[in-house]
Each structure stands twice: as structure tokens, then as C-alpha cells.
């Protein structure tokens, strides 16, 4: 697939702190991929310089042309006063576009994102979901081959987020690049046709999720509901079983090698120590156990 917009080792610092270490990354044609990262990973000030906002101190980003890309901040930002044509409009002007090409695209992305009987309505009468996708209308108004998507879902209902998605879905057929950040483990594993992950300012992993998933000490995952405390030193040492943790009392969470026998082994331990189990749910390992196997379990704030 076309490579569209490539970066290469980009760095960014505010003073001391470093904000992003030696990132590379490409978008290609017809391909979304995610971006993943605690809290304050440097996903954001990545997207900032991949569209221009911001200067990086090292590193280098081709193919960048205004024309060539569409951004979706993680904040709405949108003219409350204005319709939701003119707001699309108004995007359109800044891009370049002529008033004969407005009059064309205007309507074309205000029905390609749903809200075409919404055009003369104001976004302060929207809910969440409508703001979210107006934003999205107003990236796209110039048909950009890159698309940039900072947390789009953020705050919106279900059938909102589907919405969204199902409009991601149609821009790949077309044949555009998109980078989506996002908190949702769940978006990322149904969108995503490759993932990079970032921790501290740098790519952690990258790949597609089955090459993702192999990164894991276990390939499937027990969650147990316990009456009890359970001893996890001993528990530890069983064979085949890893990465227990406990996150609540009375719960435990289980990587194990092989599930049949895994669960076995564990149960038998369990009833050995006087621990009662009172429920279990077993499945295969997602993408949330990579994420937090290789970024940990430590709060972000």
C-alpha cells in the first residue's frame, strides 16, 4: 500500500521534560491505524507534529501538506453560533476551497457523516455524538488523503460510536489513511488494521494485533471471583500460569499457557488453600492484556 505521510524519528521537548523520544510511523493508503498510550504517553503533541501545529525539535515528517490532511481534535471545535453548514464552510474557506467547490463538498460530508437534515441547525442544539461528527465533516470538507483522529468517541453514546465508526470504515474503502488515538482498547482491535504503541515518549510495540498478542507470556486469560485470600506466591510458582494480579479483593485475574490445563491446576491450588471459587470466565488473551503488559498497571494521572 501507498505510503502517504511518513515520520521519522520525531522528538519533542517542553524544557526538560521530553514529551516525545525518536517516533517513526507510517500512514498508508486505505489503512487505519491506532495510536495507544497511557495518559501523557505523547500521543497528542505526535499528532501535532505529524499535522504541522507543532515544530519537532528532531526528526522529520514527508508528505506533509495542508491539503493532504484532515484533523479531528480531541477537543470539539466547532462555531457555536454558526449552522452546522457554515461551520463546515467556514473549514472549507481556511483550506482554500473556492465558493463553487463549497457549494459541492459542503453537503457531500454534511450527508457523508449523517447530518445532512442538520444542515441549517446550529451545534449548540446537537447532542455529543452530532458535535463529534460535525468535527469530523469539517476535516474532511477538503478531501484530505490523511486523516488524523484525536479520542473522536470521547463522550458520546453507543449508537454515536457506531456511527463513527461505520464513517472510518467507508474512508478506508476510499482509500484514506487515517491515524486514531483512543483509550478504547475495544475501538482499536475492531478498527485497526496495524497498532503502535507508545510509553514515555517512545514506540513500545507495533504491529497487527496477532503479532501484538504474541508479545504475551500467556495466550489465554482466567478471571476468578473468590471467596477467600488467596496465597499468590504459591499460586505463582504453579507451571504454565503467569501474570496474576489481583485487582480487587475477592477477584484474580490469570494468564495461562493452556487453558484446559491451567484451569486445573489453578482450581486444584485454590481448594488446597481453603479458597472457594464463585465464579470463572475464561477467554483468550485482547488487546488491553498487551497494552498493560508492556506500559504496566501504574496509574497515569
Known amino acids: 500500500m501507498q505510503t502517504l505521510l511518513e515520520a521519522s524519528a520525531l522528538a519533542k521537548a517542553y524544557g526538560p521534560r521530553p514529551a516525545v523520544r525518536a517516533v517513526s510511523l507510517q ?50 471545535a466547532l462555531f ?10 467556514l473549514f472549507g474557506a481556511l483550506y482554500g476551497l473556492s465558493r463553487a467547490q463549497l457549494a459541492e463538498r459542503v453537503p457531500q460530508v454534511l450527508a457523508q457523516v449523517g447530518l445532512a437534515e442538520r444542515a441549517q441547525d446550529r451545534p449548540q442544539t446537537f447532542s455529543g455524538g452530532m458535535k463529534r461528527r460535525l468535527n469530523i465533516a469539517c ?29 472510518l470504515e467507508a474512508l478506508k474503502r476510499q482509500g484514506k489513511a487515517l491515524l486514531y488515538t483512543t483509550h478504547y482498547m ?14 514515555q515518549g517512545q514506540v513500545v ?30 499460586l505463582r510458582a504453579l507451571p504454565g500460569l503467569s501474570s496474576l494480579h489481583q485487582p480487587h ?16 491446576l489453578l482450581l486444584e491450588a485454590l481448594t488446597a488453600q481453603g479458597v472457594r471459587v464463585r465464579q470463572i470466565d475464561s477467554g483468550r ?4 492484556d498487551v497494552f498493560l503488559h508492556l506500559t504496566g498497571r501504574a496509574l497515569r494521572d
Open 139 to 167: 476535516a474532511l470538507v477538503h478531501d484530505p488523503a490523511v486523516l488524523l483522529l484525536d479520542e473522536p468517541t470521547a463522550g458520546v453514546d453507543p449508537h454515536s460510536r457506531n456511527a463513527i465508526f461505520e464513517i
Open 205 to 234: 510495540a507495533e504491529g497487527t494485533l496477532p503479532e501484538l498478542l504474541q508479545r504475551l507470556p500467556a495466550t489465554a486469560r482466567l478471571r476468578l471471583d473468590l471467596q477467600g485470600k488467596p496465597q499468590l506466591e504459591a
Open 249 to 264: 479483593s475477592g477477584q484474580l485475574e490469570v494468564g495461562v499457557d493452556e487453558l484446559a490445563t491451567g484451569t486445573v
Open 80 to 89: 457555536e453560533e454558526l449552522g452546522a453548514a457554515r461551520n463546515v464552510a
Open 186 to 199: 475495544e475501538e482499536a482491535e475492531r478498527l485497526a488494521d496495524r497498532i503502535v504503541i507508545v510509553d
Open 27 to 76: 500512514l498508508r493508503a486505505g489503512e487505519l491505524l491506532a495510536l495507544l498510550g497511557p495518559n501523557g504517553a505523547g500521543k497528542s503533541t505526535t499528532l501535532s507534529m505529524l499535522c504541522g501545529l507543532t515544530a519537532p525539535d528532531q526528526g522529520r515528517v514527508a508528505g506533509l501538506e495542508a491539503r493532504r490532511i484532515g484533523l479531528v481534535p480531541q477537543e470539539i
Open 285 to 288: 488473551a485482547t488487546l488491553e
